[in-house]
């Protein structure tokens, strides 16, 4: 059973940065393909972008591409994702997630889901 807790979210304004992170225990981190995906109010869940365990994929949804960067330390079982050039339209609560399968989550497939990091992009 992974467990994911993610951290990093905050109040930025228009055009600043953030940076996310998904603490993994009880899993080798290494073993998992991890996504972020968010969701806004009154709005579904969408991906956002993923790594698989391997790092020789990623993957990124076309409204962060080229603003986001997803990366892994290994040393410390975390995955990251930078987040640059924030948008208004970005605001969302962040969901780290995890499945053994990279093709999987992609699809939006999921085995195990962090609680979420509100990130709010505001003037």
Known sequence: QAHLVESGGGLVQPGGSLRLSCAASGFPLDQLAIGWFRQAPGKEREGVSCISGEDTETYYSGFVKGRFTISRDYAKNTVYLQMNSLEVEDTAVYYCAAHRDY?????????????????????
């Open 103 to 123: 093709r999987a989550i992609v699809a939006g497939l999921v085995t195990f889901w962090g609680r979420g990091t509100q990130v709010t992009v505001s003037a």
